[in-house]
């Protein structure tokens, strides 16, 4: 059973950081792209960034280009997403998501971690 599963999430002030894990089992993502997206309550899901399978290439949202990094370490079939200079309109549910192109993102998803920014 494949299994995506975010952690680090929590409540942090505006101005500050955190850093987003997802470990995966079940299966290895070395041959596959990995990405997060976020969703807020009664909005539309955003992507927030993705990574190509050797970490070479990263795509990020416009919203967040410039303070968050997106990172891979393919010997822990992992990823990860550094966010600096939160702001409160980062407050949202963080999914990892991974595998073969599906829909709009990856097969994969996790089950989300939420991020709350305070002002």
């Known amino acids: 059973q494949v299994q995506l599963v975010e952690s680090g999430g929590g409540l942090v002030q505006a101005g500050g950081s955190l850093k987003l894990s997802c470990a995966a089992s079940?299966?290895?993502?070395?041959?596959?792209?990995m990405a997060w997206f976020r969703r807020v309550p009664g909005k539309e899901r955003e992507f927030v960034a993705s990574i190509s399978r050797t970490g070479s290439s990263t795509y990020y949202g416009d919203s967040v280009k410039g303070r968050f990094t997106i990172s891979r370490d393919n010997a822990k079939n992992a990823v990860y997403l550094q966010m600096n200079s939160l702001k409160l309109e980062d407050t949202a549910i963080y999914y990892c998501?991974?595998?073969?192109?599906?829909?709009?993102?990856?097969?994969?998803w996790g089950q989300g971690t939420q991020v709350t920014v305070s002002s």
């Open positions: 998501n991974a595998g073969p192109p599906s829909g709009d993102g990856y097969k994969f």
């Open positions: 079940g299966r290895t993502f070395t041959t596959d792209a």
